[in-house]
């Protein structure tokens, strides 16, 4: 990776961080409707990012979201979890041609039709761990549920609406 994808990243990380933290963490629909856009960081790194990289990436956000957040390793544990399994959905996810270097997942990159199956496996992953470990126990499974699929949906289409912002579709007359 070169500098200036790194510097992409890091940029991106911190305008997610500010996002969350100041914008929509309060911001909830409905009562079951929680938005976790901060998750976007780790989604959208570039497909051959190490594991183990990847994983420590997952803790330091999830530690940072903790601290604001007053949850006690809920976030940490979520998003090292989808840093685990992210590399086992995007090889299920992948397209027949494969990928490009220093390809991130975004919209831009790979089309509509892939990023959102991806993203919203990713975001139910991350929303099912988080809601689970929060409640810690099966008494209301099916709210906890209801919870999940609407904060999945929620953050996916925040995701979405931001990466539309980021990369308008051209217009190819």
């Known amino acids: 990776m070169n500098t200036s994808i790194i510097l992409k990243h890091i940029v991106s990380m911190v305008l997610l961080f500010l996002i969350q933290l100041l914008l929509v963490r309060n911001f909830v629909l409905f009562g079951v409707a929680f938005s976790f856009v901060y998750i976007g ?27 604001f957040y007053d949850t006690l390793g809920m976030h940490t544990a979520a998003c090292v979890l989808v840093c685990y399994f992210r590399k086992y959905l995007v ?4 397209p027949t041609g494969g990928y490009d270097n220093n390809i991130s997942l975004s919209i831009k990159d790979l089309g509509l039709t892939w990023y959102i ?25 099916f709210y906890t549920l209801l919870k999940i699929f609407c904060s999945t949906i929620f953050t996916v289409l925040l995701l979405t ?7 308008p579709p051209s217009n190819n007359r």
């Open 117 to 141: 199956p991806y993203l919203f496996i990713f975001v139910f992953i991350h929303h099912f761990a988080l809601f689970f470990l929060e409640i810690a126990s099966l008494h209301l499974f």
């Open 41 to 67: 960081m780790i989604a959208f790194l570039p497909v051959e990012t190490n594991r183990s990289v990847l994983i420590t990436i997952g803790f330091v956000i999830g530690f940072i979201m903790d601290l």
């Open 91 to 94: 090889h299920f996810l992948t």
């Open 161 to 167: 609406i931001g990466e539309f912002l980021i990369y």
